[in-house]
């Protein structure tokens, strides 16, 4: 079973960048679909990116699409999400998740396993 450690969060102002990172131990990280979600207070787990097994196929939420990459490191066993151009609206908890499905999978119930998640907070 693979565990997951987010890292990377903080305060940023409105246009700047952010790099999380997601440590997987436990088990090896390109057997999964790697995905980021957010949630922000007051509402529901959102799907943000996802990246295939091979890091070939990704896939982005509309509201990050050109501003947000998905990236791993297979041999680190880690997946990056860069953050560009942030928003106060990205604020949120990010948590990164891994799954046995394809990369289209953009549902929390697809991901049977999560970190404990980090928070990325943008100022105006």
């Known amino acids: 079973q693979v565990q997951l450690v987010e890292s990377g969060g903080g305060l940023v102002q409105a246009g700047g960048s952010l790099r999380l990172s997601c440590a997987a131990s436990?088990?090896?990280?390109?057997?999964?679909?790697m995905g980021w979600f957010r949630q922000a207070p007051g509402k529901g787990r959102e799907f943000v990116a996802a990246?295939?097994?091979?890091?070939?196929?990704?896939y982005y939420a509309d509201s990050v699409k050109d501003r947000f990459t998905i990236s791993r490191d297979n041999a680190k066993n880690t997946v990056y999400l860069q953050m560009n151009s942030l928003k106060p609206e990205d604020t949120a908890v990010y948590y990164c998740?891994?799954?046995?499905?394809?990369?289209?999978?953009?549902?929390?119930?697809?991901?049977?396993?999560w970190g404990q998640g980090t928070q990325v907070t943008v100022s105006s």
């Open positions: 990246r295939s097994r091979s890091g070939v196929t990704t």
């Open positions: 998740a891994a799954s046995f499905r394809g990369p289209n999978s953009k549902l929390p119930q697809d991901y049977p396993y």
């Open positions: 436990g088990g090896t990280s390109s057997s999964y679909t």
